[in-house]
């Protein structure tokens, strides 16, 4: 079974700086997709950005990019400039081609002003 | 609006008493699953559906059930609620993209926090 492994509790960054969110996955397949999705303390799953495995060009969302490492199974997302509107737990995920979805345990991320 | 509807959003029992969480999309998807997400152990599936009476077991369908009789409705059900079901719930749908489309993202409702004691 395909597993998802996003290996930092907790992380923490200055507004207006950078960070890198971790994750790497287990998988044999060869078709599959990749999501972030991101979860305020409103607790609403929100898409920040999607990956298919068959593009090797990284997909970017405004300050919002991610470096798709296929051999290595690697998926980290990176945010740019940081805001205070970007505290939240943030959630990999990987999916199938039959849809069958798996999440990482999450990432909690800190934005001091 | 697209989306994905969960009721109820709060929800206390007791220990056996058998509840629902309904949850429905207007979308017209295909796909519907349900989650738990629990501290450290992120989403979970309980089951999915691939489409009107087409259901199947998750990584944690023990103690739940579900039925898909309409498109539109997924509703999760507790025969028998015990405090290790106490979790956040979500109910989740997508888009079955034909060959050579792009697949579609995953719309997620509001969340159900059930508390069993």
């Known amino acids: 079974a395909q597993t998802v492994t996003q290996s930092q509790p907790e992380m923490s960054v200055q507004e207006a700086e950078t960070v890198t969110l971790s994750c790497t996955y287990d998988?044999?397949?060869?078709?599959?997709?990749l999501f972030w999705y991101k979860q305020p303390p409103s607790r609403q799953m929100i898409l920040v950005i999607r990956q298919e495995a068959y593009k090797q060009q990284n997909a970017t969302e405004n300050r919002f990019s991610v470096n798709f490492q296929k051999a290595a199974k690697s998926f980290s997302l990176k945010i740019s400039d940081s805001q205070l509107g970007d505290a939240a737990m943030y959630f990999c995920?990987?999916?199938?081609?039959?849809?069958?979805?798996?999440f990482g345990a999450g990432t909690r991320l800190t934005v001091k002003p | 609006e697209a989306q994905v509807t969960q009721n109820p959003r709060y929800l206390i029992t007791v220990t056996g008493k058998k509840l629902t969480v309904t949850c429905s999309q207007n979308?017209?998807?295909?796909?519907m699953s349900w989650y738990r997400q629990d501290p450290g152990l992120g989403l979970r599936q309980i089951y999915y559906?691939?489409?009107?009476?087409?259901?199947d077991k998750g990584d944690v369908p023990e103690g739940y059930k579900v039925s898909r009789k309409e498109k539109r409705n997924f509703p999760l059900i507790l025969e028998s609620p015990s405090p290790n079901q106490t979790s956040l719930y979500f109910c989740?749908?997508?888009?079955?993209?034909?060959?050579?489309?792009?697949?579609?993202?995953?719309?997620f409702g509001q969340g159900t926090r059930l508390t069993v004691v």
């Open positions: 559906s691939m489409n009107v009476e087409v259901t």
């Open positions: 995920a990987y999916r199938s081609a039959w849809h069958d979805m798996r």
């Open positions: 998988t044999s397949e060869s078709d599959y997709y």
């Open positions: 979308m017209n998807h295909e796909y």
């Open positions: 989740a749908s997508t888009r079955i993209a034909s060959a050579g489309a792009s697949d579609t993202e995953a719309f």
